[in-house]
T-cell receptor, first 114, second 114 residues
Framework: DVKVTQSSRYLVKRTGEKVFLECVQD?????MFWYRQDPGLGLRLIYF???????EKGDIPEGYSVSREKKERFSLILESASTNQTSMYLC?????????????FGSGTRLTVV | AQTVTQSQPEMSVQEAETVTLSCTYD???????LFWYKQPPSRQMILVIR??????QNATENRFSVNFQKAAKSFSLKISDSQLGDAAMYFC???????????FGDGTTLTVKP
């Protein structure tokens, strides 16, 4: 089975800190995604990457940046954390094989900014 | 823009009974995938079932099946013989492969009563 691993399950950071959320997948997938999950808002796409060093903004990229230096690793960066970035963050990777498409999530990082 | 609507924030079902979760979406695209994901308290997003838009036949996975009405843009999930382990939040998702386009509904919390 595909495994998507998020390095931290819980994080508490202070306002203004630079925060790195790490995500690693073990199946050589091209596409990786960062989502934010808030109650009543579903999952909202922050950024996605379709190859090494390639990235595209999602629906809510403001206040975030990403890095993908290696295919298996996709990092989400909060340049200067703010309290409104307190949320659950989910990483995912996807694969595409002919007409079958798969989408696998990590177990999430719950970030609290104080 | 694509939208996904789950009109039932909460649902409950008696163990061994059948329940249907509703999902409607709006899109002008013709090639896309629809998913139902389950998120138990462990937070791990688990794929329940997937439907390719080009397929007319409704997808089934054991006790889970969908009623996909492409013209009506409806994608409901039926859970038969409900089990206690089915209790979770369920998300309906619309995804266009390899395009970074994904839209999730707000979720439906399913309670299973013993």
């Amino acid at each position: 089975d595909v495994k998507v691993t998020q390095s931290s399950r819980y994080l508490v950071k202070r306002t203004g800190e630079k925060v790195f959320l790490e995500c690693v997948q073990d199946m050589d997938h091209e596409n990786m995604f960062w989502y934010r999950q808030d109650p009543g808002l579903g999952l909202r796409l922050i950024y996605f990457s379709y190859d090494v060093k390639m990235k595209e903004k999602g629906d809510i990229p403001e206040g975030y940046s990403v890095s993908r230096e290696k295919k298996e690793r996709f990092s989400l960066i909060l340049e200067s954390a703010s309290t409104n970035q307190t949320s659950m963050y989910l990483c995912a990777s996807s694969w595409w094989d002919r007409k079958r498409y798969g989408y696998t999530f990590g177990s999430g990082t719950r970030l609290t900014v104080v | 823009a694509q939208t996904v609507t789950q009109s039932q924030p909460e649902m409950s079902v008696q163990e061994a009974e059948t329940v249907t979760l509703s999902c409607t979406y709006d899109t002008s695209e013709s090639d896309y995938y629809l998913f139902w994901y389950k998120q138990p308290p462990s937070r791990q997003m688990i794929l329940v079932i997937r439907q390719e838009a080009y397929k007319q036949q409704n997808a089934t996975e054991n006790r889970f099946s969908v009623n996909f009405q492409k013209a009506a843009k409806s994608f409901s999930l039926k859970i038969s013989d409900s089990q206690l382990g089915d209790a979770a939040m369920y998300f309906c998702a619309y995804i266009i492969p390899n395009a970074g386009k994904s839209t999730f509904g707000d979720g439906t919390t399913l309670t299973v009563k013993p």
